[in-house]
């Protein structure tokens, strides 16, 4: 047994042995191989390995690199994403005016949802549930075959940007700067939103990044907020030197070329309406047709005969009412009324009749419709509104109300609206404490709900009789009023704190064809401007495509982050 294990170990020592020759053998052999190659290629491999490492590693460094430009939002400042005229236009930029039109038509669209759910989109188009570039815009888009809303505020955030960019630059030019006004107004808000990020544990710039993407940061949102001022000046300061240039021959053209915009009647009317036989699904056109025709000869007929039983302008209501029993005086009697109203209501013949050279007073008809026919009677005939506008600061404390499980709005107690008064007896009182005008505006700037108003100190200047809410309206219109005179005043809004300015202006038809031919030749300029070679715009579409992209993934994640605000709202309710 000891010689077998003796003959096996030196076996294995001679296997090893052979296994140690061959390797040594060929090592050898490549040696020789190695041998019989050029230097200068040897050099080269070392040399390219050693590049290959120093690629990779710079690769790895820039991918980095880029990592923290993205996270500054570097590519977004950089890129162009339009030319207006020499000026560039950076992404974050476009971006920054891309989410501020989305969020105005969102808040349009979510403020009439207070009305009833699906209002919003009913109203203006615009679904606040779904992306932009999810929903088909409703009307025509000049470029777009089939448009979406995404599209709509594209094209709406680049005609802002060549406007404001534009009458900044030429407020510039004209010396115009940022009124205290406006600093003021523009610090405030950065305080909000510095107060917003904190209370979200944000930075202000990274918070500013979050709402309107990377490249948005606070010296960005100053320098778009100074052009919009400055831009907003300009603007101001021109339509001020077209109004007062305009001659009263201008304003007499204007006014007997479009008579209808300028004047007002009062006429007693209602609709007979055409109503149609219950026809079979599979009738034919000639049946629907006769079925219509038919059904507009015995409106006819019905109408004829409530005309022959109106006698004056009270029998009108009278007479209306025997044909629809929820007729009412404010749906009848149209006071001073305007063609645009009638014309929406009752269509353009009944505009054309009013308007017709020997129509009088007592004047009546009978006069077809879309629908059906109606039966008119002249009160007042066309005239203009001689009525001087007014000038008139308030201070408003709004009613703040609920609504019930139906979504109507709930109406105040007795006790609610007392507290409301209570608040605005005080701001009445404390100003009776220094009654000037100046004190005033300072209180409505403090005090007021109006957010139209509160930051020009309550003002509306130029208001004509209409133009306001009722108890409003019919408290500065008051002939007995004076400049100076104060009163508290309630509406459907809250109770209003007022203060009589002035009605030394213009009658209102005037200023209204003043207004038209200044309006018409700012856009003229405008137009004329924004097509010049020193202002037009120059779109880079890759970037804009690019910017608009991160935009709507920005506003997909808003809206979800909305739906699961709500559905844990419900929850927990």
């Known amino acids: 047994k000891d010689e077998i294990e003796m003959d096996k170990n030196q076996t294995e020592k001679s296997q090893a042995e052979l296994y140690r020759e061959e390797r040594k053998q060929r090592m050898e052999k490549a040696a020789k191989k190695n041998a019989t190659k050029s230097p200068q290629l ?33 590519p977004q400042k950089v890129a162009t994403a339009a030319k207006i005229g020499n000026k560039r236009v950076s992404v974050a930029k476009y971006d920054f005016y891309y989410y501020d039109i989305y969020n105005q038509v969102y808040s349009k669209a979510a ?19 779904k992306a932009p570039e999810d929903q088909s815009y ?16 594209r094209e709406t955030a680049l005609t802002y940007l060549q406007s404001y960019i534009t009458y900044s630059q030429l407020a510039k030019d004209k010396g115009l700067t940022v009124t205290d006004d406006q600093k003021t107004e523009l610090e405030d808000q ?69 008579i209808q915009s300028y004047t007002k009647f009062s006429v007693n009317l209602f609709e007979v309406t055409a109503v149609t036989q219950e026809l079979a699904d599979d009738a034919t056109e000639e049946q629907k047709t006769a079925a219509q025709t038919a059904a507009m000869a015995e409106a006819k007929a019905l109408a004829d005969g409530y005309l ?9 209501l009278n007479v209306a009412t025997s044909y629809k029993s929820s007729s009412t005086e404010a749906s ?11 014309k929406k209501s009752y269509g353009e013949n009944t505009v054309n009749w009013i308007y017709s050279a020997d129509r009088k007073v007592g004047d009546k008809a009978v006069i077809e419709t879309d629908g059906g026919y109606v039966v008119i009677y002249m009160v007042a005939v066309p005239y203009r509104e001689n ?8 201070i408003l404390v709004q009613f703040n109300t609920t609504k019930d499980s139906n979504g109507n709005k709930t109406e105040l107690t007795e006790a609610q609206k007392a507290t409301y008064y209570a608040k605005a007896e005080e701001i009445y009182n404390t100003f009776l404490q220094n009654p000037t005008e100046e004190n005033f505006a300072a209180l409505a700037k403090e005090k007021s709900d109006d957010t139209g108003s509160k930051e020009n100190g309550g003002l509306y200047e130029n208001v004509a009789p209409g133009d306001m809410v009722d108890g409003f309206n ?100």
């Open 42 to 74: 040897t050099k080269f491999g070392r040399i390219l390995g050693k590049c290959c490492g120093v690629i990779i590693i710079a690769a790895l460094c820039l991918t980095v690199i880029y990592g923290i430009l993205s996270f500054f939002g570097v």
């Open 111 to 129: 403020q009439y949802e207070n009305y009833g759910s699906g209002m919003g989109r009913q109203l203006t188009g615009f679904d606040i549930t």
């Open 138 to 153: 409703p009307s025509t888009l000049e470029g777009y075959d089939n448009p979406t809303w995404a599209d709509y505020i």
């Open 190 to 258: 950065i305080k909000q939103l510095t107060t917003y990020a904190d209370n979200n544990d944000y930075s202000l710039n990274r918070y500013l990044t979050k709402i309107y993407g990377k490249g948005v940061n606070e010296k960005l949102m100053r320098e778009i907020y100074e052009e919009r001022y400055l831009a907003t000046n300009y603007a101001s300061d021109s339509q001020k030197e077209l109004s007062a240039a305009v001659t009263d021959e201008e304003i007499n053209a204007e006014y007997d070329a479009n």
């Open 308 to 316: 022959a039983k109106i006698t004056n302008a009270a029998s009108v």
């Open 332 to 342: 009848v009697n149209l006071v001073d009324t305007d063609a645009a109203t009638v």
């Open 387 to 394: 009525t001087n506008a007014v000038d008139v600061r308030h």
């Open 474 to 573: 019919d408290w500065i219109f008051d002939e007995a009023r004076k400049p100076g005179d104060v009163a508290i005043v309630e509406t459907t809004y809250g109770y209003h704190v007022m203060y009589f300015v002035s009605n030394d202006n213009e009658p209102v038809w005037k200023l209204n064809c003043r207004s038209a031919i200044t309006t018409n030749k700012f856009n003229e300029n405008d137009t004329n401007l924004m097509a010049s070679d020193e202002h037009k715009i120059t779109k880079h579409d890759k970037c804009i495509n690019w910017g608009s992209e991160q935009m709507n993934k920005i506003i997909k994640n808003f809206l979800a982050n909305s739906k699961k605000s709500s559905s844990s709202y419900s929850t927990s309710k």
